[in-house]
């Protein structure tokens, strides 16, 4: 088959063009027949960074988390997928886990779902990292019908889809931008607009919680932007992260007594822990989006497996609106 194979790591390193074995079917798994996938930014950290970054796989490797394509064998043990049957999933790209820059992967039945019957190949493989990681934050935090929830970096990848399940569960959304395109996303998506370039944090927590805070925020950017959760957070609120590998200090935190959940989506695949639960919520998230609540935002440019080190360039480059996808 063909693959995407990287054979040494940094910024300079790059995707050849490879004939290599199709993989075997082993029990407990499927093999796909990869339609598309979809590019995130731990995919390029692990390219730039390699073993610097202790979830790297040994080289030469195939990258490539998230997937949607057609079942073409089944493996002992699985009963819930059948030859044929479309699904999505995060499975791979990872550890001593093969990915989906390739033709096919062997992929654990625990760590996909059937593919959403209302999104194209390519919607549906821009979802699963990002939606599980919203949809775990969210879940974590506690979000309940008609809280007041703030969502940083609505027009990302994990943001653009926290303010849509935010929507879904019943809260009022609002979100963080830092240019009039990005507005326009998160509104186009029915959050209230937050330029947070030209806003101070107490100026909208006053206009939009008459200074009480909110009651859940979801932050994407993470980092030292956490200091700006924290003081836009109401008292005993709940605060959901991406990134906290930072040191900070927490004493904003202790006096309005918050709850810190840090969401790191990669722990099932690295250490067989729990993965049925990621089954679980692409099951959920399918219905989600089969209901018309869920829609994934696609970057305009159109690439193909070969073009894989130029999807990773669009991504670094800041300049995409919506997931980066590269089609098979």
């Given at each position: ?19 290599v ?12 027949k ?38 073409e ?10 030859v ?17 820059l ?46 007041k ?45 937050i ?97 018309g609540?869920?829609?994934?935002v ?31």
């Amino acid at each position: 088959m063909r693959a995407m194979l990287i054979k040494t790591y940094g910024k300079d390193s790059e995707f050849e063009l490879s004939d290599v074995a199709t993989p075997e079917v082993k029990p407990g798994h499927v093999l796909v027949k990869i339609a598309a996938s979809s590019v995130n930014t731990v995919d390029t950290m692990i390219r730039n960074m390699g073993k610097d970054l202790p979830l790297s796989p040994d080289t030469p490797a195939i990258l490539g988390m998230d997937f949607a394509g057609t079942v073409e064998a089944v493996g002992e043990g699985v009963d819930d997928y059948a030859v044929g049957d479309e699904v999505y999933g995060c499975a791979g790209g990872l550890a001593d886990l093969p990915g989906a820059l390739a033709d096919h992967m062997v992929a654990d039945a625990n760590l996909i779902a059937h593919k959403p019957k209302n999104l194209s190949m390519k919607e549906a493989a821009a979802l699963p990292l990002v939606a599980i990681t919203a949809y775990e934050g969210l879940m974590r935090a506690g979000i309940t019908q008609g809280q007041k929830v703030l969502v940083h970096g609505g027009s990302g990848g994990v943001g653009h889809v926290a303010i849509q399940l935010a929507k879904h569960f019943g809260a009022e959304v609002y979100s963080t931008g830092g240019g009039d395109q990005q507005i326009a996303l998160i509104e186009k998506l029915g959050a209230t607009g937050i330029n947070y370039k030209t806003e101070t944090v107490e100026d909208y927590v006053d206009q939009h919680t008459g200074g009480t805070g909110f009651d859940l925020v979801f932050d994407s950017v993470g980092g030292a932007n956490l200091t700006n959760s924290f003081e836009a957070a109401a008292l005993n609120a709940n605060i959901a992260t991406t990134v906290s590998l930072c040191e900070l200090d927490l004493t904003p935190a202790h006096f309005k007594g918050l709850s810190l959940h840090v969401v790191f989506m990669l722990i099932p695949m690295l250490h067989n822990h729990k993965r049925e639960e990621h089954a679980e919520i692409l099951r959920q998230l399918a219905k989600i989006s089969e209901a018309g609540a869920l829609t994934p935002v696609l970057d305009e440019e159109q690439f193909q497996l070969e073009d894989a080190g130029k999807a990773y360039a669009r991504l670094e480059s800041g300049k995409g609106m919506g997931k980066v996808v590269i089609e098979n």
